[in-house]
C-alpha cells in the first residue's frame, strides 16, 4: 500500500501568513493528490485535486503543487476561516490512503 | 444539487454487524464511484474501502478486508457498507463520497461498538 507522509502535524500561524503542508507518497503517484480541509464535527471539504486543479467555489488562496512524490498545499493570506485540519490523500489505482492530517493553529 | 445522505447512529456489540446507507441524489449515480472513509474519535481519516457505481468493482483497505461488504441498488442511488465482526476499534465516525475525489460528501455515521 501507498503511504502518504504529512508535516507539520501542526502548524501555528497568524491571519494574513503564508503557509505550507506538504506529504510525501511512498511511491510515485503521478499527481493523483487531493488537498481537504476539515472542521470540527464536519465532513471533510475538497480544496485541491489531481495536485494543482482548485475545487470550484475555493478560495484563490489555497494552491496546491507537486508531482510523483512530493505534494505541497499553500494557504497565501490566512483568513480567520482557515484555522481547520488539512489532509492529502492519494487516490491511484482505486487503493486510496490519507496524510496523518495537519492542524493549522492561531499563533 | 449533489447530496449524500447517510442512515443514522448506531450502538452495537463486539462481533455484530452494522449496515450504513448513503442515498444520492442531483447526479446520474451510475457514472462515478462511492468512497467510504471513516475517522475514530480524535484520530485521522481512514479510507475503508470504494466502489464502483457502474459495474460494482470494489477495493478494500486490508483493515477491513475480508469483514467489510460494499454494495449499491442502482434503482434508488443508494451505496451501503456492512461491516462484520465488530471490535472496539471500529467506532468511529463513517463518511460516504463521491468518487474519485471525493468533491461531495455525506454527513456521516457515528457507529459506536461497546458492551
Known amino acids: 500500500d501507498i503511504q502518504m507522509t504529512q508535516s507539520p502535524s501542526t502548524l501555528s500561524a497568524s491571519v494574513g501568513d503564508r503557509v505550507a503542508i506538504t506529504c510525501r507518497a511512498s511511491?510515485?503517484?503521478?499527481?493523483?493528490v487531493a488537498w481537504y480541509q476539515q472542521k470540527p464535527g464536519k465532513a471533510p471539504k475538497l480544496l485541491i485535486y489531481?495536485?494543482?486543479f482548485l475545487e470550484s467555489g475555493v478560495p484563490s488562496r489555497f494552491s496546491g503543487s507537486g508531482s510523483g512524490t512530493e505534494f505541497t498545499l499553500t494557504i497565501t493570506g490566512l483568513q480567520p476561516d482557515d484555522f481547520a485540519t488539512y489532509y492529502c490523500?492519494?487516490?491511484?489505482?482505486?487503493?486510496?490512503?490519507f496524510g496523518q492530517g495537519t492542524k493549522l493553529e492561531i499563533k | 444539487q449533489v447530496q449524500l445522505v447517510q442512515s443514522g447512529a448506531e450502538v452495537k456489540k463486539p462481533g455484530a454487524s452494522v449496515k450504513v446507507s448513503c442515498r444520492t441524489s442531483?447526479?446520474?449515480?451510475?457514472?462515478?464511484?462511492i468512497t467510504w472513509v471513516r475517522q475514530a474519535p480524535g484520530q485521522g481519516l481512514q479510507w475503508v474501502g470504494w466502489i464502483s457505481a457502474y459495474n460494482n468493482n470494489t477495493k478494500y483497505a486490508e483493515n477491513v478486508q475480508g469483514r467489510a461488504l460494499l454494495t449499491t441498488d442502482t434503482s434508488t442511488s443508494t451505496a451501503y457498507m456492512e461491516l462484520r465482526r465488530l471490535t472496539s476499534d471500529d467506532t468511529a465516525m463513517y463518511y460516504c463520497a463521491r468518487n474519485p475525489s471525493a468533491d461531495f460528501w455525506g454527513q456521516g455515521t457515528l457507529v459506536t461498538v461497546s458492551t
Open positions: 511511491q510515485s503517484i503521478d499527481s493523483w
Open positions: 442531483g447526479y446520474t449515480f451510475s457514472n462515478y464511484g
Open positions: 490523500q492519494q487516490y491511484i489505482f482505486y487503493s486510496y490512503s
Open positions: 489531481k495536485a494543482s
